[in-house]
Protein backbone atom coordinates (compact mmCIF):
# COMPACT_ATOMS: atom_id res chain seq x y z
CA UNK A 1 0.00 0.00 0.00
CA UNK A 2 1.28 3.29 -0.92
CA UNK A 3 0.69 6.34 0.85
CA UNK A 4 0.67 9.98 -0.42
CA UNK A 5 2.70 13.08 1.23
CA UNK A 6 1.32 16.02 -0.10
CA UNK A 7 4.37 18.63 -1.04
CA UNK A 8 4.97 21.47 1.56
CA UNK A 9 5.17 24.49 -0.22
CA UNK A 10 8.69 25.95 -0.26
CA UNK A 11 9.31 28.90 2.00
CA UNK A 12 12.02 31.30 1.44
CA UNK A 13 15.07 31.55 4.96
CA UNK A 14 15.10 34.77 6.32
CA UNK A 15 17.98 35.77 8.31
CA UNK A 16 16.54 38.14 11.64
CA UNK A 17 19.30 40.38 13.30
CA UNK A 18 19.48 40.06 17.08
CA UNK A 19 21.70 42.82 17.71
CA UNK A 20 25.76 43.57 17.23
CA UNK A 21 27.85 41.55 17.58
CA UNK A 22 29.25 43.70 20.38
CA UNK A 23 25.55 43.62 22.21
CA UNK A 24 25.95 39.67 22.12
CA UNK A 25 28.92 38.72 23.34
CA UNK A 26 28.79 41.40 25.81
CA UNK A 27 28.33 38.32 28.66
CA UNK A 28 31.27 36.60 27.57
CA UNK A 29 34.12 38.67 29.60
CA UNK A 30 36.51 37.19 31.88
CA UNK A 31 35.83 39.20 35.12
CA UNK A 32 37.50 38.58 38.25
CA UNK A 33 37.07 35.16 39.68
CA UNK A 34 36.28 31.72 38.48
CA UNK A 35 33.52 29.55 40.57
CA UNK A 36 33.37 26.60 38.16
CA UNK A 37 35.51 24.21 39.91
CA UNK A 38 36.43 26.60 42.97
CA UNK A 39 34.62 28.04 45.60
CA UNK A 40 32.51 31.27 44.40
CA UNK A 41 34.73 34.20 44.72
CA UNK A 42 38.31 32.45 44.42
CA UNK A 43 40.88 35.33 42.92
CA UNK A 44 42.36 34.32 39.69
CA UNK A 45 45.36 34.09 41.55
CA UNK A 46 44.88 31.74 43.61
CA UNK A 47 43.62 29.26 40.82
CA UNK A 48 46.26 26.28 39.79
CA UNK A 49 46.03 24.93 36.49
CA UNK A 50 47.61 21.77 35.46
Same mark, same amino acid.
Given at each position: ?17 ? =?????? #????? +? =?????? #????? +? ?8
Amino acid at each position: MKTSTPKREYETPNLEAH =GSIEQI #TQGAS +T =GTALDA #TFPTG +TPFGDLTFS
